[in-house]
């Protein structure tokens, strides 16, 4: 007999564990998170609705950031490592001529100053971030220093050192040009800071930018397309229906490597031992 199964080796369940309906129910919901919400609120909603406290995303947008969240649930949870490293896709608004201590518009304004740029000195500048690129995460950040959270620090007037970390960008497309304000899309790795990005645009500009808006349009392999509004999956809860929007958990590795195994190498891998092995290009 042969069996398939993702090349990232995922711990199974014991077939001598009891059986339990609630630990059984495992799988991804792919939430579209409107604004002023954080990724654990919306967490917290789905531990309720479905009455299962194992839960997570994976990857956090910011309580004025909107769009794809990418919740495991259940033993889908053990995913999560894998899931959140996946490539991200964004639109972002970003206002040209103000700089703020937080990188987006809830921090406070440091500068400002005239925009006098044309649209095509401003794609000619952000081509330039195309590529693996070092970028250094806002000091707001939960990005930790010495085992503080570097918000925390800066909240309190502290000085904020951040090393630079190295991140992918795959693209960057401008869709609308009405200064001071335009729209980009992003599509890079997991770990960018597009309120990084904005900043350091603008000082390449010379004018400044800061982050003004924030839509996920794309995680991993989900779309905005996959993703259920969270107040449509409230809805759902509270009729018993929500099961129509659980995604298989595999589903959100489906184009990952796949490994094609015998059932003595099967053997091998439940008790936690590595097989030699080629990867094929997906299921």
């Known amino acids: ?7 990232h080796g995922v711990k199974m369940m014991d077939s001598n564990e009891s059986f339990d309906l609630k630990n059984a129910i495992s799988g991804v919901l792919v939430v579209d998170k409107p604004t002023g919400m954080t990724s ?3 967490v917290q909603v789905i531990r309720r609705g479905t009455n299962i406290r194992r839960a997570g995303h994976t990857g956090t947008l910011d309580p004025r950031a909107s769009g794809v969240l990418v919740v495991l649930i259940g033993p889908a949870v053990r995913l999560s490592e894998y899931v959140s490293a996946s490539d991200k896709r964004y639109q972002a608004v970003i206002t040209l001529g103000k700089t703020t201590d937080t990188y987006d518009e809830d921090g406070r304004i440091t500068s400002s100053s005239e925009v006098n740029i044309t649209e095509e000195q401003f794609d000619e500048e952000l081509q330039k971030f195309i590529g693996e690129i070092e970028q250094v995460p806002p000091p707001y950040s939960a990005v930790k220093v010495k085992g503080r959270k570097a918000y925390d620090m800066a909240r309190k007037g502290e000085d904020v050192e951040l090393a630079p970390r190295i991140i992918n960008v795959y693209s960057l497309e401008l869709l609308e040009w009405a200064p001071p304000e335009v729209v980009i899309d992003v599509y890079c790795s997991s770990g960018t800071y597009v309120r990084s990005l904005a900043h350091d645009l603008g000082e390449r500009l010379g004018c400044g930018a800061t982050l003004t ?14 993703a259920v509004p969270l107040r449509k999956l409230n809805d759902a809860f509270i009729d018993g229906t929500w099961y129509q929007y659980l995604i298989p958990a595999a589903e959100a590795l489906s184009d990952w490597p796949t490994l094609e195994v015998d059932t003595e190498q099967m053997e091998i891998l439940r008790h936690g031992n590595r097989i030699p092995a080629e990867p094929s290009a997906g299921p």
């Open 1 to 7: 007999m042969k069996y398939r199964g993702i090349f």
């Open 40 to 42: 654990h609120d919306v």
């Open 213 to 226: 808006g924030l839509r996920r349009t794309k995680s991993g392999r989900f779309t905005l397309r996959d």
